[in-house]
């Protein structure tokens, strides 16, 4: 097997200045990919700047052999970071969305700031850089998307309701990216990684964060930026030497007959089938997911014989 190499290849990296943008970059720029090391070096709950975390990065990556640019806009200034991509290299390839922050505290102590902060950082930030490199990547027709979410986002997390509000909300951004960049091949997918970080370590034990190590992540980043990966709208759990897909599953349900009325006490009485995961499905589209509902209306009309295109009822055709 030959090496995954990125050869004129330039990549946007955002948060590149620490733990796991940091490795993100090093690994894309070893294998030959140009790399805009992007980091607003603020602290890790948003406050202050600095060029020092990005300008290391860069140095790192050129003492190696690479090539890589510094860049200190905040992600929500993404048009600036790919400008500068264009301006130094005349293409962009890839984005990894990696750049992040806490703002970590009970529901009932979070302030609107909090919320907001959170927002615009995680969500505000990866759509304004990937906005600005999407009309570049479909009139190349080439394009590779990596957004970064969480568990937290996935789970639920205590003390965590923003950032995982935010983290899931970049799954289902990624989600539809993946439909609508297919035909022009711009490719969007998602991790949830663990690592030890500075965003990590004062939530998990110092032997642990030492042992995360943001390089066991890298590798799934590197591979699903290639030019050689079809994967597209993934979303992944990774860290830890684990590397796994995740997907919906739902339950079978209860279909109840149409043209009458629902009431609570069936909705109770019909609890178990409702949620039991026995014969579970696994949707991976809205068509997908619409089916038995198309189903139920196709069969209560005169009996099941009126055929109801799914496309069609839709909207997609
Ligand atoms: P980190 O704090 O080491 O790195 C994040 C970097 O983003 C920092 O260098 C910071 O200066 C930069 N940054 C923050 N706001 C920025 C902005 N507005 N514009 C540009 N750069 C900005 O944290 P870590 O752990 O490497 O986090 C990377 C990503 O992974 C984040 O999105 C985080 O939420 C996510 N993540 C990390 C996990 C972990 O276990 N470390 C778990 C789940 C998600």
Same mark, same amino acid.
């Given at each position: 097997m030959s090496d995954l190499r990125f050869d004129n290849r330039v990549a946007i990296v955002t948060g /590149? @200045? %620490?733990g796991l943008g940091r490795s993100h970059a090093l690994l894309l720029a070893s294998r030959g990919c140009k790399v805009v090391? %992007? !980091?607003? #070096? #603020? @602290? /890790?709950? @948003?406050s202050g700047k600095s060029s020092a975390a990005a300008d290391q990065v860069v140095a790192d990556i050129k003492a190696a052999g690479g090539e890589a640019v510094a860049n200190y806009d905040s $992600?929500? !200034?993404g048009a600036k970071i790919v400008q500068q991509a264009l301006d130094t290299?005349?293409? =962009? !390839? =890839?984005? $990894?969305n990696n750049a992040g922050i806490l703002r970590d505290t009970s529901f009932q102590k979070m302030s609107p700031e909090d919320w907001d902060l959170i927002y615009r950082v995680h969500v505000l930030g990866s759509f304004r850089v990937t906005k600005a490199a999407w009309d570049h990547m479909r009139d190349a027709g080439y394009g590779r998307i990596l957004f970064t979410a969480s568990a937290a986002g996935i789970y639920g997390n205590f003390g965590q309701a923003n950032y995982a509000m935010a983290k899931l909300g970049l799954v289902g951004f990624s989600n539809t990216l993946a439909i609508e960049g297919k035909k022009k091949n711009v490719l969007s997918n998602t991790i949830a990684p663990i690592a030890g970080s500075r965003l990590t370590e004062t939530i998990l034990p110092k032997d642990i964060t030492d042992a995360l190590k943001p390089e066991y992540v890298s590798p799934l980043v590197a591979w699903l930026c290639h030019e050689s990966c079809e994967e597209t709208g993934g979303l992944f759990e990774v860290g830890g030497g684990l590397f796994t897909k995740l997907r919906w599953e739902r339950t079978e349900g209860k279909l109840f007959k149409l043209g009458r009325a629902i009431s609570p006490e069936q909705v109770q009485k019909a609890w178990g089938a409702i949620t039991d995961f026995g014969k579970a499905t696994h949707p991976t589209d809205i068509t997908n997911s619409m089916q038995p509902v198309l189903g139920n209306l196709q069969s209560k009309s005169q009996g099941g014989n009126e055929f109801i295109d799914v496309d069609q009822a839709l909207g997609f055709e």
């Amino acid at each position: 097997m030959s090496d995954l190499r990125f050869d004129n290849r330039v990549a946007i990296v955002t948060g /590149a @200045g %620490n733990g796991l943008g940091r490795s993100h970059a090093l690994l894309l720029a070893s294998r030959g990919c140009k790399v805009v090391v %992007n !980091d607003l #070096g #603020g @602290g /890790a709950t @948003g406050s202050g700047k600095s060029s020092a975390a990005a300008d290391q990065v860069v140095a790192d990556i050129k003492a190696a052999g690479g090539e890589a640019v510094a860049n200190y806009d905040s $992600v929500e !200034d993404g048009a600036k970071i790919v400008q500068q991509a264009l301006d130094t290299w005349k293409r =962009i !390839d =890839i984005v $990894v969305n990696n750049a992040g922050i806490l703002r970590d505290t009970s529901f009932q102590k979070m302030s609107p700031e909090d919320w907001d902060l959170i927002y615009r950082v995680h969500v505000l930030g990866s759509f304004r850089v990937t906005k600005a490199a999407w009309d570049h990547m479909r009139d190349a027709g080439y394009g590779r998307i990596l957004f970064t979410a969480s568990a937290a986002g996935i789970y639920g997390n205590f003390g965590q309701a923003n950032y995982a509000m935010a983290k899931l909300g970049l799954v289902g951004f990624s989600n539809t990216l993946a439909i609508e960049g297919k035909k022009k091949n711009v490719l969007s997918n998602t991790i949830a990684p663990i690592a030890g970080s500075r965003l990590t370590e004062t939530i998990l034990p110092k032997d642990i964060t030492d042992a995360l190590k943001p390089e066991y992540v890298s590798p799934l980043v590197a591979w699903l930026c290639h030019e050689s990966c079809e994967e597209t709208g993934g979303l992944f759990e990774v860290g830890g030497g684990l590397f796994t897909k995740l997907r919906w599953e739902r339950t079978e349900g209860k279909l109840f007959k149409l043209g009458r009325a629902i009431s609570p006490e069936q909705v109770q009485k019909a609890w178990g089938a409702i949620t039991d995961f026995g014969k579970a499905t696994h949707p991976t589209d809205i068509t997908n997911s619409m089916q038995p509902v198309l189903g139920n209306l196709q069969s209560k009309s005169q009996g099941g014989n009126e055929f109801i295109d799914v496309d069609q009822a839709l909207g997609f055709e």
